[in-house]
Structures are given as structure tokens and as C-alpha cells.
Nanobody
Framework: QVQLVESGGGLVQAGGSLRLSCAAS????????VGWFRQAPGKEREFVAA????????YYADSMKGRFTISRDNAKNTVYLQMNSLKPEDTAVYYC?????????????????WGQGTPVTVAA
């Protein structure tokens, strides 16, 4: 059973930056990828980015490319989401997701493991 704990959310002014962290424990050799999703009030949970533990291959939602960067530290079993040039529309709860591959962790309906989420609020 994989456990995921997010941190790093908070209140930031528009144009600012935040770095979210996702600490993973209980990983097995089949849990090869981690993704980030977000869910704004009244909206569906949407994919943000994903990364593989082994090679660090990255995937982004088209709308996130350029401002968001996903990375991982294998020694710390931690995945990061660096968010720059934040906009009020980035306000959401951000969730970490883990699974066997990046296909699984890019679709909310196939993700087997979720973190509890960390809220991000971007003030105009």
C-alpha cells in the first residue's frame, strides 16, 4: 500500500511561485510513476503532470507546459511540482497520485493511490 503525503500549498499572490512536495512511502517495484492533479471548486479533478521514478520521464497537460515543472528525488522518495507565474485560475486543491505507469497516473479514474491534497490559493 502506497502512502502519499503532499505539502507546500498555501496562499500566494498572482505571479508568484510555489513548490509542492509529495512524499511517498510503501512503494513496491510495480509503483513506477507519480502524477499531480488539481481540483478547483465546482470542477472536475484534472491532470497536471506526471513523472517516472526510474528515468524521470515527464508528461504535462498542455495547459500546464511552460509554467509547471515536475521532478523527483529518488533518494527521498519525493516528487515535486514547481509552479511559477501563478494565476488566480490555478487556485485548487492539488493531489498527488501514484501507480504502475504514467498512463495510469494521467487519468483520474485509473489512479490507485491518492494523497490527501494540499490547497493552493492564488490571490489576484
Amino acid at each position: 500500500q502506497v502512502q502519499l503525503v503532499e505539502s507546500g500549498g498555501g496562499l500566494v499572490q498572482a505571479g508568484g511561485s510555489l513548490r509542492l512536495s509529495c512524499a511517498a512511502s510503501g512503494r513496491t517495484f510495480t509503483d513506477n510513476a507519480v502524477g499531480w492533479f488539481r481540483q478547483a471548486p465546482g470542477k472536475e479533478r484534472e491532470f497536471v503532470a506526471a513523472i517516472t521514478w526510474a528515468l524521470g520521464n515527464t508528461y504535462y497537460a498542455d495547459s500546464m507546459k511552460g509554467r509547471f515543472t515536475i521532478s523527483r528525488d529518488n533518494a527521498k522518495n519525493t516528487v515535486y511540482l514547481q509552479m511559477n507565474s501563478l494565476k488566480p485560475e490555478d487556485t485548487a486543491v492539488y493531489y498527488c497520485a501514484a501507480g504502475s505507469n504514467t498512463v495510469v497516473v494521467r487519468k483520474k479514474d485509473t489512479v490507485p493511490y491518492w494523497g490527501q491534497g494540499t490547497p493552493v490559493t492564488v490571490a489576484a
